[in-house]
T-cell receptor
Framework: QQQVKQSPQSLIVQKGGISIINCAYENTAFDYFPWYQQFPGKGPALLIAIRPDVSEKKEGRFTISFNKSAKQFSLHIMDSQPGDSATYFCAASRGSNYQLIWGAGTKLIIKP | KAGVTQTPRYLIKTRGQQVTLSCSPISGHRSVSWYQQTPGQGLQFLFEYFSETQRNKGNFPGRFSGRQFSNSRSEMNVSTLELGDSALYLC??????????????FGEGSWLTVV
């Protein structure tokens, strides 16, 4: 019940296309869902996060879509650029136990 | 504001040795978490310290230990190193209070190679 399942494991998208990464969870007590971006040789960095009281959050080309009934959330990268090539991790946490539960990561490659 | 600082950045150790890695969190952050990341693998949670107390622990053997000092700086130690311990060790800090949703900030990691 504590797992966060992330898919796909890897993704290749053409420049200008839309990249979509999905995550699913079981624990309905989760109330915070961040996405982190990691470039090679660097630590992950927060990209965007959402709470279950909204169904969508957009920051620039990055959008989180949240489906509470399906217990799924996804990251959409519009107009994908080669500079977006990185590994993306979704995560979730709940209530007073803020410890993040991590997805397995998605390696995204944007082809020029 | 300085970010999370980890030292050393790179190190090579021999099987059977021990290693200590250091992490200085962002000023004002009281929580420090440690993660292991192997090539192509996800983030494996080791442990989290808050105000010098271990608050959460992952599923790693007892060879992996850590501590946190009164200034929130943290160290992790791996004893009797094995080849499989070769990985990137990431430290992350956050405010760490009980409110869910605190952003955690990662350092650039310490690359450990065991030969």
């Amino acid at each position: 019940q504590q797992q966060v399942k992330q898919s796909p494991q890897s993704l290749i998208v053409q420049k200008g296309g839309i990249s979509i990464i999905n995550c699913a969870y079981e624990n309905t007590a989760f109330d915070y869902f961040p996405w982190y971006q990691q470039f090679p040789g660097k630590g992950p960095a927060l990209l965007i996060a959402i709470r279950p009281d909204v169904s969508e959050k957009k920051e620039g080309r990055f959008t989180i879509s949240f489906n509470k009934s399906a217990k799924q959330f996804s990251l959409h990268i519009m107009d994908s650029q080669p500079g977006d090539s990185a590994t993306y991790f979704c995560a979730a946490s709940r209530g007073s136990n803020y410890q993040l539960i991590w997805g397995a990561g998605t390696k995204l490659i944007i082809k020029p | 504001k300085a970010g999370v600082t980890q030292t050393p950045r790179y190190l090579i150790k021999t099987r059977g040795q021990q290693v200590t890695l250091s992490c200085s969190p962002i000023s004002g952050h009281r929580s420090v978490s440690w993660y292991q990341q192997t090539p192509g693998q996800g983030l494996q949670f080791l442990f989290e310290y808050f105000s010098e107390t271990q608050r959460n622990k992952g599923n790693f053997p007892g060879r992996f230990s850590g501590r946190q000092f009164s200034n929130s700086r943290s160290e992790m130690n791996v004893s009797t190193l094995e080849l499989g311990d070769s990985a990137l060790y990431l430290c992350a800090s956050s405010l760490g209070d009980s409110y869910s949703g605190n952003t955690i900030y990662f350092g650039e990691g310490s690359w450990l190679t065991v030969v």
